[in-house]
């Protein structure tokens, strides 16, 4: 019998752990003929990956697709999850496992970051922008950060693409942690730049405190200085990230 496991990332901030859980219901509804759907995460919260799986093989799953619910591909994505698909293939030597992919670099994601922009107050001026008509501000995407290459060189293309849908003058990334840029140098490069208006992105599913921090932050470099900063909505468990994360649960059954 067919399941799906969803593995999230876990937060000490149960709220986010809750708008996870509720962000999975809507893609397994997407789903209706898969009778096992279970949620776990990688730590910070229970289900923890073995708990989850053992819930799927206690309905009676022969087979188990594990979708992670990330957005880049590093540690967690290329070797937790590997091991603990590893571990369960040892203790269910009949159940098969497949595994799946993070969202990645999408399209979709794409939409949602120029839909983040217009949130926070920038105008779109049509679906391609002509490059001398894009307005003189920038955009700071923050992601999460990782000792991973392949996930901040990810970030830095969805940067890109960003720049080639939204009409911004530039877009530039900084990190939380793990690697560099840091928030603050990231922060202190626009404060040196050229442009008056700085949008401020968090690449991120969940803020925990981080947003009240980063609103904090802007709106005393605002005061000090004599540029405007916008902190944009965070990604969040959007919608329209649903129809990602269902396309890669569709992949990984052949569908």
Known sequence: MQAILYIGHGSRVQRGNEELL????KAKKKNPQIAIQETCFIELASPLIQAGIDNCVRQGATQIAVVPVLLLSAGHA??????????AEERYPEVTFSYGNVMGVDPAMIELLTKRLEMGGLEQTGPTPIYEERQPVSVLLVGRGSSDPDANSDLAKIARLLWEAAPVSEVNTCYLAATHPTLDEGLEREVNSS??????VPYLLFSGVLM????????ELSERTEKQFILCPYLGFDDQLVDVLVDRVHALLGR
């Open 78 to 87: 290329k070797l937790d999850i590997p091991n603990e698909i590893a571990e």
């Open 195 to 200: 442009y008056s208006r700085v949008f401020v």
């Open 22 to 25: 509720a962000f999975v219901d």
């Open 212 to 219: 009240r921090e980063l609103r904090q932050k802007l709106d």
